[in-house]
């Protein structure tokens, strides 16, 4: 994942501002942070200090530099303005990672000895940093070549390497953008689609389209294992989209047949990177083809579709199953193309809960062909279906406000979505108490001190969490 690719010792680092990212509380109490990280108090508040340092680094357009702050009571404050995004940007674009496939993507120089002496390392730790990087790169199929002394370049499957690049550069807010008359040349095939199309939409295509014109001049998607570049799409016309950007590769030094692969290549990432919208997908014009039932892919997928509902006992509606297909065809076939290089783009931050629903969903046979990370994504608008709120009632012997006092601290530490209820015919899932335990229901039941520290609390976290997985199984 794009974590790993940072430096190791930022990636300590980026797991607290994840975590501080994830707590929807404004003050944090640090043992928390520490628990969270599986660190010690020391460690933590050493790491908190270093990310403090790191934010007076970063851009003042960030609105990074009063985000986090010490209380004199020891505890950490953010404030609204603090996003883990500009983290992960600012680790990324000083990772030495970066720097090397960015020399390789603009055919730069990369001397091994030159960057041990500009990061005051001896030059066995930059080899070995080096080596590192190759053996990351290579579990996404990927492998560094050497060209000549000192110029290496990636070697993989082109469509690997151009959604790599997309990837990474996706992650940093990229710098390089098309000309003006490109960029009004890109609206305009946008505007003559029969529905209305996202910005965000636009501005991925426009930076796939960068990195094609760049690499089609010496790797063109010729080059491609696969010269199988098919796919139908209601959305885009092939003839349309083909007729608009011809034009464009024409100013290139390029023969007719790279223009004819790179347009095809341009024409399927547009038509699998993005996922539609239940109004988009049954929109006049918008639908797919009605042979898509016909397809390999849409079986697997049915099979998947209805292990969902059985497992989960999911209630999809017709549109939604509508939608699951439309998506989860798109997202068949762009894992066709790309592999394994997909995984690259995700951070942790972005897959909230997707521990509990591989824990759930066991045994999940189709990786190779649907990475469960991949069918998280698509089924995460129906995740409420998927998984159900734990119902909890608290009591305490010192009333109301000491019952909403351990509410709150319940719910700073823990990840599970909780629901809390003041009645036993609410039928709670669990109850906590430090007294009362009511004969004629069967519920769970945990006990805490009337005036609980925070030890207890954790360790009483750990068991709900129990709990709830055990309920959405």
């Known amino acids: 994942m794009i974590e790993k690719f940072i430096d190791k010792e930022d990636q300590e680092k980026y797991e607290l501002v994840t975590i501080i990212q994830q707590y929807p509380e404004n003050e944090i109490d640090l043992s928390l942070l520490a628990y969270e990280l599986g660190k010690s108090h020391k460690k933590t508040y050493e790491l908190l200090e270093t990310i403090m340092f790191d934010m007076k680094e970063l851009s003042k357009e960030e609105g990074l530099s009063e985000s986090l702050s010490i209380s004199l ?4 404050v953010k404030n609204i303005r603090f996003n883990s995004y500009s983290f992960i940007k600012y680790y990324l674009m000083t990772s030495l990672n970066y720097e090397w496939v960015m020399a390789m993507y603009h055919e730069k120089e990369i001397s091994l000895e030159w ?3 500009k ?26 070549r050497k060209i000549k002394h000192n110029y290496f370049e990636l070697k993989a499957d082109e469509a690997v390497i151009r959604h790599f690049y997309y990837g990474l550069l996706y992650k940093v807010n990229h ?21 209305d199309v996202h910005h965000n939409t636009i501005n991925n295509f426009e930076l796939m389209l960068v990195i094609s014109l760049k690499r089609a001049k010496t790797h063109s998607m010729l080059t491609h294992s696969d010269k199988n570049l098919i796919i139908t799409s209601r959305l885009h016309s092939n003839v349309m989209f083909k007729e608009h950007y011809r034009e464009l590769f024409k100013k290139y030094p390029l023969s007719s047949e790279v223009i004819e692969q790179e347009l095809s290549f341009l024409y ?15 929109s006049k014009g918008s639908y797919f083809a009605p042979t898509l039932t016909e397809d390999e892919n849409f079986k697997l997928l049915n099979k998947i579709i209805f292990e969902l509902h059985m497992l989960f006992n999911i209630k999809i509606t017709p549109e939604e199953y509508f939608y699951l297909v439309v998506n989860g065809y798109m997202m068949l076939r762009r894992q066709q193309l790309f592999g394994k290089v997909l995984q690259f783009g995700l951070n942790i931050e972005e897959l ?7 824990l759930t969903y066991d ?46 601290r319940i719910n700073a530490i823990s990840r ?30 945990f006990f805490l001190s009337p005036l609980p520290n925070d030890s207890e609390i954790i360790s009483l976290v750990k068991e709900l969490e129990r709990i709830y997985r055990k309920i959405n199984l």
């Open 115 to 117: 960057w041990a002496i």
């Open 363 to 408: 045994g999940y046979q189709y990786e190779e062909s649907f990475p469960i990370r991949q069918l998280y994504i698509l089924i995460f608008p129906f995740i409420n279906k998927v998984f159900h709120d734990l119902k909890m009632l608290v009591n305490n012997r010192f009333g109301d406000g000491n019952i909403a006092n351990i509410s709150q």
């Open 268 to 282: 399927y990432f547009i038509s699998v990177e993005n996922t539609y919208d239940i109004k988009t997908i049954i």
């Open 73 to 76: 009571d020891g505890k950490l």
């Open 352 to 358: 909230p809960d997707f521990d509990k629903f591989k």
């Open 416 to 445: 599970i979505p909780i629901v809390f209820v003041k009645h036993l015919n609410e039928r709670p899932d669990v109850l906590i108490t430090d007294s009362y335990t009511p004969d004629d229901y069967d519920i769970p039941t």
């Open 175 to 195: 710098s390089m953008v098309l000309d003006d008359s490109k960029k009004n040349s890109v609206r305009r095939y946008f505007d003559k689609l029969p529905a």
């Open 119 to 144: 990061k005051n390392m001896s030059t066995s730790t930059i080899y070995r940093k080096w080596n590192e990087m190759k053996r990351f790169l290579s579990q996404y199929d990927i492998q560094v």
